[in-house]
């Protein structure tokens, strides 16, 4: 049998006052989802008044809650059949919240799965509002959008945000299997791969393809495409889009046939404008798809609205945990904020993940909730050391003189030092 709680409405208006019952119902389905983050909500719609049952419909029909949820009736008891006494209210209302809610980038980086956040949550005034007033007013424009932003930032779901509010998506067509998206980093140093996934091949165009395969642009078509990561996308490639983007068509790989597709282009990167311009993409691509570009602020720049993320971050890990751990006096701590909003995080939503680990492992061990804050905020520490360490080797690469260069670069040293 499911837990039943009561949350009685201490109240003097009529059970008739639809602006008296909306904010009720709303902090209930708040707290019903908040407690219970991976349950499936089942709102039932009979009893009460009829202003009653139109609250509780439209809270239920416009993606209002997160998760699952289904609407029920009930059947009196005096006019019940053999037929079950419970059936489902299949009713919903097409809004850009519910479609926000109901579909994902099919592939995303594995910490963004397109719901990062809640879009309504925001501050008045705060750099995140600001940044999703900005992607309203592209929302209905095909021109092409470029998020950029430090890794961890949410970009994956800003293009899940600006495709729900706009008109380039397929609705529930797209529901479930996620609508189309691919991280590039994964084609570096293999272009046929990339051509493979982003345009389709030919039976036999290479060892492997054993049946004719439609690409990403293919079924991108009437809907919006995300490419993330795009500064690992090869030259090459990136051409071919291009010149699918201008509407000279595109061809499966191995295959003549000219097709042409029709969508919304979204690129995210964690690199910089410069960097992009001065040479990671080739310059006519750059012109083509940075027609708007977006940068995501970091936490550290969105102070008033740290303790939603620290509260959204918190509650998913704790549901992904599989743990039965009592988060709530977590959620809002004030000392935990405060050592959040001390650090850079330059991981940003991953920082706070491993923090939100950390506590939720701590808390299963057994210990204190002051105690826990303490050794989860430590984690943080590792984020400090690795601030320390020498740059990789892909970041001094740039730097280095070319093959070409080179032995007259060494000529020059063995001049000056042999």
């Known amino acids: ?3 039943v709680i009561a949350l009685p409405w201490k109240t003097r208006a009529k059970p008739i006052d639809h602006d ?4 009720f119902a709303e902090k209930a389905l708040e707290q019903a989802r908040r407690d219970n983050p991976g ?6 719609l009979s009893p009460g008044t009829p202003a009653m049952h139109a609250v509780w419909l439209v809270l239920g029909s416009t993606g209002f ?6 609407m029920i009736q009930t059947v009196r008891e005096d006019q019940r059949s053999d037929k079950s006494p419970i059936f489902a209210v299949p009713f919903e209302v097409d809004t850009w919240l519910r479609r926000f809610r109901a579909a994902s980038p099919r592939a995303s980086s594995g910490d963004d799965d397109g719901k990062l956040w809640e879009p309504g949550a925001f501050s008045e005034g705060g750099r995140m509002r600001a940044t999703l007033q900005q992607l309203r007013a592209w929302a209905d424009l095909p021109a092409p959008v470029l ?3 430090e890794r961890g930032t949410g970009k994956s779901t800003l293009a899940n945000f600006l495709r729900a509010i706009g008109p380039f998506q397929r609705g529930k067509k797209s ?3 996620g609508w189309p998206s691919v991280v590039c980093g994964q084609f570096r140093g293999d272009p046929q791969m990339a051509r493979s996934e982003i345009f389709g091949h030919r039976k036999g165009a290479f060892t492997g393809a054993d049946r004719d395969r439609p690409g990403l642009l293919e079924d991108a078509d009437g809907d919006s495409l995300f490419l993330d990561e795009i500064a690992d996308l090869d030259r090459d490639v990136q ?3 291009m010149a699918a983007l201008e509407g000279r068509g595109f061809h499966r790989l191995g295959d003549e046939t000219r097709r042409s597709s029709s969508f919304r282009l979204i690129c995210a990167t964690n690199r910089s404008l410069s960097e992009l311009a001065g040479g990671l993409l080739d310059p006519d691509f750059f012109d083509r798809v940075a027609v708007f570009t977006l940068k995501v602020p970091p936490l550290r720049e969105c102070g008033p609205d740290l303790s939603l993320f620290w509260r959204k971050v918190l509650v998913r890990t704790a549901a992904r945990s599989g743990l039965a751990v009592d988060i709530e006096q977590a959620l809002s701590n004030e000392i935990l904020l405060a050592g959040l909003r001390k650090h850079p995080l330059p991981g940003n939503l991953r920082d706070l993940e491993r923090v939100a680990w950390h506590l939720v492992a701590q808390l299963h061990a057994g210990m204190t909730l002051s105690t826990a804050i303490v050794e989860a905020l430590r984690a943080l520490e590792i984020v400090r050391a690795q601030e320390t360490l020498l740059p990789e080797v892909e970041a001094l690469q740039s730097g280095l003189p070319l093959e070409q260069p080179l032995s007259q670069y060494l000529s020059q ?6």
């Open 239 to 241: 051409r071919l889009l």
């Open 175 to 177: 529901e479930g299997q």
């Open 413 to 418: 040293l063995r001049e000056r030092w042999i």
């Open 65 to 70: 809650v997160e998760g699952p949820l289904t």
């Open 39 to 44: 349950a499936h909500i089942y709102l039932h």
């Open 20 to 23: 008296k019952i909306r904010p």
């Open 1 to 3: 049998m499911p837990r």
């Open 147 to 149: 998020l950029l932003g």
